[in-house]
């Protein structure tokens, strides 16, 4: 009897020094909506007492953590698709769509700013694209190119990136002469280093976001759905060139 007191007292200082939860809320987030991500998940923090952290990555790879029974309450797509196929699958709620974006050619390079945007992607050695099959803005950049006729062209100059936010380090460090981005990436700090070219051949890239079935935490999924519904929300996403 004296043993088990004793394992129970040891039980409950484990227990008293575990780490409390690190959040409240974990978001499986598309990596072009960082920059403005970085400004909600503060705001919905200070509005609701509520902890959230994001994981940023392309929308495809984020669908295989979650099925992989990574621990997310909400995905946030850069497309319309995925959130579709996990409400199918039985792994989602019901989808709704957050945020419109663009796909822009990003440079440092002014001289190329001069040119078309096709004229420009000629005129580079290399030209960097997110993943064209997990990254739905690197998809929409490929549609772009086979739209005009480059896509086979240019082939040999192409860098490719895990996500859309490698194309813009990319080109931000000289690793690339320019880089398919989204339109997000050219408000920051970095961006307005360097200049960019309107890509209109390519899709407008409608991203959904859906609360997951298996969510640890639906309570707080649901408060930070209503607070993307926000005024405020809206003025950070219109910041960053969101529809």
Known sequence: MKR???????????LAAAP???ADLLLAQAANFTPAMEEIIPAF???TGLKAEAT??????????IVSGAPFDILLAANEDTPAKLLAEGRAEA?????TGRVVLWTLKKELCAMSWPEAVRASAKVAIANVETAPYGTASMKAMQAVGLWDEVQPVLVFGQNISQPF???ASGAADAGFCALSSTFTPEGAKGCFLEVPEAPKVVQAACVLTSAPNPEAARRFVEFLGTPEVAAIKAKYGYE
Do not use: D, H, M, R
């Open 20 to 22: 409390a939860p690190a």
């Open 169 to 171: 380090q990319f080109a």
């Open 95 to 99: 989808p709704f769509v957050y945020a």
């Open 45 to 47: 923090e200070k509005a």
């Open 4 to 14: 088990l007191a004793s394992l129970l007292a040891a039980l409950l200082l484990v």
């Open 56 to 65: 940023y990555t392309s929308t495809g790879k984020l669908y295989g953590q």
